[in-house]
């Protein structure tokens, strides 16, 4: 089982940027897929929306429409760290952001990944 910690939120403008780092302890990280999803306040009860995802190969990943060009995924295996790079961060982004990983190729669906994180706020303050 993979223990993950995410970190790196924070309050930025309109604009601006942060680094979202994902953690991971208790076993190897590098044959996991990794997910980026967020959920906006006062949506608890809506699916977490997905946002970015990589697969233990560097090289492949994938984003939501929503963030292509803005949002960069990245992982250090030899960290055990996966990193969601934001830039031109948008007020409609506020969201708790969370991190999960899942045995196998990167998806976009929550309910395929089976280790969550207990996410990290960013607030983007217009």
């Known amino acids: 089982q993979v223990q993950l910690v995410e970190s790196g939120g924070g309050l930025v403008q309109a604009g601006g940027s942060l680094r979202l780092s994902c953690a991971a302890s208790g076993r190897t990280f590098s044959r996991f897929s990794v997910g980026w999803f967020r959920q906006a306040p006062g949506a608890p009860g809506k699916e977490r929306e997905f946002?970015?995802?990589?697969?233990?190969?560097?090289?492949?990943?994938t984003y939501a429409d929503s963030v292509k060009g803005r949002f960069t995924i990245s992982r250090d295996n030899a960290k055990n760290t996966v990193y969601l790079q934001m830039n031109s961060l948008k007020p409609e982004e506020t969201a708790v952001y969370y991190c999960?990983?899942?045995?196998?190729?990167?998806?976009?669906?929550?309910?395929?990944?089976?280790?969550w994180g207990q996410g990290t706020q960013v607030s983007v303050s217009s």
């Open positions: 999960a990983a899942k045995r196998g190729l990167v998806s976009g669906t929550p309910t395929d990944y089976d280790q």
């Open positions: 946002v970015a995802a990589i697969y233990w190969i560097g090289s492949v990943s």
